[in-house]
């Protein structure tokens, strides 16, 4: 679980998206008990002209727009961007992980850059950027959604905001995916739960849940199952 509490720097066109995020359910909560704080920069309150463009064509041509660098820079000047880590979600980074969710939510504060259009002038990454991550082979058209996945998988990591208990045993934990749950009722369109979860034998449940993972993980993802199996051979974790 994240150490204390964590602040989300968001650098956007669209803050009403981000915004909804953050005063909505469980973040609502997370935020008013001051387990997370937020701040959202408006990019085009840093625009310098007085049409407030933020994106320019690309040089080399090609089609769409790219973000201009020096709102960016401004915007990112003035919360102290040099000197945080600014993480920029986009197709070309490398993949975002649990691993990864785990680790930001130790942080003190994350800066993070929404991307729109063909994307970022590439001297902001130059000269900003610690992390590229892109949350899966698909291309969105905003990175507003993209930072909320970052924001959403990290500030439940942190300290207080949901249990311990309910963070045990997720999918992704030993590379593992998460066990079926069931609720009442007993029987569904004929579909009973399993008579072990009802027999209330803890350590035969825990036995079950286990081979659960493991059956869930061989069939829906291969690949960590096969990461599994390398990592118990080279002597374990
Ligand atoms: N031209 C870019 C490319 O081909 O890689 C795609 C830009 S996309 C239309 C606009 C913005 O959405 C990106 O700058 C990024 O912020 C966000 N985005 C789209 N897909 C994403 C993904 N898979 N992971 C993270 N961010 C993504």
Same mark, same amino acid.
């Given at each position: 679980?994240?150490?204390?509490?964590?602040?989300?720097?968001?650098?956007?066109?669209?803050?009403?998206?981000?915004?909804?995020?953050?005063?909505?359910?469980?973040? =609502?909560?997370?935020? &008013?008990?001051? #387990? @997370?704080?937020?701040?959202?920069?408006? /990019?085009?309150?840093?625009?310098? +002209?007085?049409?407030?463009?933020?994106?320019?064509?690309?040089?080399?041509?090609?089609?769409?727009?790219?973000?201009?660098?020096?709102?960016?820079?401004?915007?990112?000047?003035?919360?102290?961007?040099?000197?945080?880590?600014?993480?920029?979600?986009?197709?070309?980074?490398?993949?975002?992980?649990?691993?990864?969710?785990?680790?930001? =939510?130790?942080?003190? &504060?994350?800066? #993070? @850059?929404?991307?729109?259009?063909?994307? /970022?002038?590439?001297?902001?990454? +130059?000269?900003?950027?610690?992390?590229?991550?892109?949350?899966?082979?698909?291309?969105?058209?905003?990175?507003?959604?993209?930072?909320?996945?970052?924001?959403?998988?990290?500030?439940?990591?942190?300290?207080?905001?949901?249990?311990?208990?309910?963070?045990?045993?997720?999918?992704?934990?030993?590379?593992?995916?998460?066990?079926?749950?069931?609720?009442?009722? &007993?029987?569904?369109?004929?579909?009973?739960?399993?008579?072990?979860?009802?027999?209330?034998?803890?350590?035969?449940?825990?036995?079950?849940?286990?081979?659960?993972?493991?059956?869930?993980?061989?069939?829906?993802?291969?690949?960590?199952?096969?990461?599994?199996?390398?990592?118990?051979?080279?002597?374990?974790?």
């Amino acid at each position: 679980m994240g150490g204390g509490r964590v602040k989300f720097t968001v650098l956007t066109l669209f803050p009403d998206i981000v915004e909804a995020f953050f005063t909505s359910s469980i973040m =609502a909560k997370a935020v &008013e008990r001051g #387990l @997370i704080e937020y701040e959202l920069i408006n /990019i085009r309150d840093f625009a310098q +002209d007085k049409h407030r463009t933020c994106d320019d064509s690309p040089y080399g041509g090609g089609a769409g727009m790219v973000l201009k660098a020096e709102p960016l820079a401004a915007a990112l000047d003035s919360v102290g961007g040099l000197d945080k880590k600014v993480v920029f979600p986009t197709p070309s980074g490398v993949p975002y992980t649990q691993k990864k969710a785990e680790e930001y =939510a130790e942080l003190d &504060e994350i800066v #993070l @850059i929404c991307g729109r259009y063909e994307g /970022i002038d590439q001297r902001i990454i +130059d000269l900003y950027v610690d992390d590229e991550v892109t949350i899966g082979d698909y291309v969105l058209s905003s990175g507003e959604v993209s930072s909320l996945v970052l924001i959403d998988s990290v500030y439940r990591l942190c300290s207080g905001v949901i249990t311990q208990e309910s963070l045990e045993e997720e999918s992704f934990q030993d590379n593992l995916l998460e066990y079926p749950h069931y609720t009442r009722p &007993e029987v569904f369109r004929g579909l009973a739960v399993p008579e072990i979860l009802r027999g209330g034998h803890h350590a035969k449940i825990e036995e079950w849940r286990h081979e659960k993972r493991i059956e869930k993980t061989k069939k829906n993802r291969p690949d960590l199952w096969d990461l599994n199996k390398s990592i118990e051979k080279s002597g374990g974790y």
